[in-house]
């Protein structure tokens, strides 16, 4: 989030000045006030205008802002970033303009003054979209004393409170004040002001589902089972066209959006949303934890892509001091800034930045300023090359939402794990690939990719395992893990694994894990494969951690040896060093090929580090993707890589993650890496006129030959992109 305290006017005290005041320590030489908006895209005419944005700014407006903040030094801040829209606190917990809506408190600083109004003009005076900003989810103990029935319950019937402010408590979205309340202030805002859309933040809520005991959601399902969560799905779908109805009674062109984002693991059901969705607000600002990798950026965008059919997708990243501690006045490391921007970018979302102001209203750490109008200047250089018109991959993975919300994993194992194991995977065998929402496995959608992947994708339903079922009919290929298909949509254990007769396994007993401090499981190889390809001079290899036993299987390429103690070093031997249980089991059909593994692999992967367990799933992943990479990158260092079609041709986007803070805290500076060797198959008819590396700003050689293009990146600092010119 930028820091907006930047923007800010002091009075009776010796400190900054205005953002643009004879003080600011910004110069604005190398960011000169644009001639014209750029928000505009090169897009066709028809395209719904929130499509043809490429820069989103926001500042979050506090209640101190109405005195001390120059509204024009904000708005002329907003025009050199060459946003298209901005975000404007219309209300939170306050109003910012004289509401006439009961219980719709004002600021103490707002006296008679239209803040909203006059920041809302001062935008639009500069041919910037502007979007209201609400926050449903709080509101002040005179509402709570007066509809007592708007509000969250913890189970012995307390109102819950939602901050340290003992005033402040949660409502809760089953209620009317939902239907009434927040209705009423769109209705208010639409009669006073002209905004292009609304916007409502803390809602619905990120990764989790609530948990209430309130008068209305003691008429649910249970919450956190899949009945609730279906309940909890329609009630989102419902109010969401009910506030875009409302939003499209002022204009038609207007429309509503939400906060969304937790990545695979959100709320709503996001396939159902992205139907109705015209805004994927991925309000994944910077990293949340101390231990958590990277690229959870790019996790993101590729969550957006598959829900949203090309439909706009913008990432908040939050300039401020994010993480487990946070400091919202302090500006962040500029390099982990960056990367997230870059990894907005190169998945495929609108990079937006994001900036809170303190109650001081001193401004004091403009560091963040730079940041952003650097990046955006460069960006508006190259809007063409950032319009996708689909991805270039042949690898799908699936995620699975209920899964993700329902499934009980083994004792002290995160859910996340599974994914991050996985995505490490693809990362280091630079695979390119999409995410495949499990309600979006038609056939005609999973065509185009010649492998899947289910990284223990538990919960299928019957359905889901048809459409994998055909799709293997139809010659794709299938890797699975663990408990993949095991469970019901319902979350109820099957006998056997729903996908049983596909990979031609069946399990033979319940979860088994290792005891205190033994070893894990090994797999013996019986014989070669090019799974195990690399592996030279040992017959065994490291297995997970947990697995579901497998009945056999004729010919195993790998099978199980049973744990046996770590410590003391005496004792550490196999007592049975062969069995017929299968570590993998491996089938070939007329068309496709099938991976299972009955272990968790990509999370004990993920957790112990091991190079062996990733090579084996890389390898994996590489025998049923077949040789028809699109896009493959030579060279060394740790990347992501992204392929698009654009419209002045093709897209090839690589992220730099060789960094000793790629997987805990903030980056600190850029560790650049050499050559990579790139070759990308071209579509038939396509020629390649020209191939432009857009941050080093330069046009390098290239070749065709045998129907595909072929150059060399000299090297990557953090990012860079190699824009294809093509005709046809």
Not at 511 to 535: C, D, M
Not at 582 to 598: E, H, I, M
């Amino acid at each position: 989030m930028i820091n907006r305290r930047t923007f800010v006017k002091t009075s009776a005290v010796a400190l900054p000045v205005a953002y643009l005041g004879a003080r600011s320590p910004l110069s604005y030489a190398e960011n000169p006030l644009p001639q014209r908006p750029l928000a505009r895209s090169r897009l066709e005419p028809g395209i719904p205008w929130q499509r043809k944005i490429r820069r989103v700014a926001q500042v979050n407006m506090t209640e101190h802002d109405p005195v001390v903040l120059d509204v024009e030094a904000w708005a002329d801040y907003m025009a050199h970033l060459q946003v298209g829209a901005t975000l404007i606190s219309v209300t939170g917990i306050l109003a910012f303009y004289q509401t006439k809506v009961p219980f719709h408190r004002k600021g103490k600083y707002l006296g008679n003054r239209d803040f909203f109004g006059d920041l809302n003009a001062a935008a639009k005076k500069r041919s910037l979209r502007t979007i209201a900003r609400m926050s449903p989810d709080l509101n002040w103990g005179d509402a709570l004393a007066a509809h007592p029935e708007w509000f969250q319950r913890d189970a012995e019937g307390k109102p819950r409170p939602a901050t340290d402010d003992p005033e402040l408590y949660s409502t809760c979205m089953f209620t009317s004040y939902m239907t009434d309340y927040m209705t009423a202030i769109i209705r208010e805002i639409n009669s006073l002001y002209d905004v292009d859309a609304h916007y409502m933040n803390g809602w619905p809520p990120l990764g989790s589902l609530q948990t209430c005991y309130c008068a209305a959601c003691q008429k649910l399902p249970p919450s956190g089972t899949p009945a609730y969560w279906n309940a909890f799905s329609e009630r989102v779908l419902y109010l969401w066209k009910l506030y875009d109805g409302l939003a499209k009674e002022k204009k038609g062109s207007s429309f509503y959006f939400a906060n969304l984002g937790g990545g695979v693991h959100a709320g709503p059901n996001l396939a159902q949303l992205g139907e109705i969705c015209e805004w994927f607000q991925a309000d994944n600002q910077g990293r949340g934890g101390q231990d958590e990798p990277i690229w959870g950026c790019t996790l993101q965008g590729r969550v957006c892509s598959a829900v949203l059919d090309g439909k706009m997708a913008a990432n908040v990243v939050g300039l401020w001091s994010t993480g487990s501690i946070r400091w919202r006045e302090s500006t962040k490391s500029a390099a982990e800034a960056q990367m997230w921007l870059d990894e907005t970018s190169a998945s495929g979302m609108t990079p937006y930045v994001h900036s809170i102001g303190g109650e001081t209203g001193l401004g004091e750490d403009r560091r963040f300023e730079k940041i952003g109008l650097d990046y955006f200047a460069w960006t508006a250089k190259h809007d063409a090359h950032f319009v996708n018109k689909q991805s270039i991959a042949n690898i799908g993975v699936v995620i699975g939402q209920r899964t993700q919300l329902f499934y009980k994993t083994p004792h002290n194992v995160r859910m996340p794990e599974y994914m991050d194991g996985m995505y490490y995977a693809l990362l280091e065998g630079r695979f390119l690939f999409d995410f495949v929402h499990e309600d979006r496995m038609q056939l005609e959608r999973l065509k185009k990719y010649s492998a899947l992947i289910l990284p223990n994708t538990a919960l299928l339903s019957d359905q889901q395992c048809q459409q994998l079922r055909d799709y293997v009919q139809q010659g794709g290929s299938l890797l699975a893990t663990f408990e993949s298909s095991m469970y019901t949509e319902q979350n109820e254990r099957r006998a056997d694994f729903g996908l049983a007769d596909v990979f031609g396994i069946h399990a033979a007993g319940s979860v088994i894990g290792r005891v205190g401090n033994s070893n894990p499981f090994y797999a013996r190889i019986e014989k070669q494969h090019p799974l195990l390809e690399g592996f030279h001079n040992t017959s065994i290899l490291p297995g997970s951690e947990y697995r579901v036993p497998l009945a056999p299987v004729d010919g195993p390429v790998l099978t199980v040896v049973p744990g046996f103690p770590a410590y003391p070093p005496e004792l550490s031997y196999p007592p049975q060093s062969h069995t017929v249980e299968p570590a993998v089991v491996l089938r070939q059909t007329d068309k496709g090929r099938l991976v299972f593994f009955p272990g968790d692999i990509e999370r004990t992967m993920w957790l112990a580090g091991n190079t062996d367990l990733s090579r084996l799933l890389q390898n994996a992943i590489r025998w049923v993707g077949g040789s028809s990479a699109p896009v493959s990158i030579e060279g060394r260092g740790l990347i992501e890589v992204f392929a698009w079609q654009t419209e002045p041709g093709f897209a090839v986007h690589v992220l730099n993650y060789t960094n000793p803070n790629v997987h805990r805290g903030w980056v600190r500076e850029f560790y650049s890496i050499g050559e990579q060797q790139v070759r990308m198959k071209l579509p038939p008819g396509r020629r390649i006129k020209r191939v432009e590396l857009l941050r080093a700003g330069k046009d390098i050689p290239f070749r065709v030959r045998d129907g595909a293009v072929e150059f060399t990146i000299p090297s990557v600092e953090d990012y860079e992109v190699a824009a294809l010119y093509a005709s046809s």
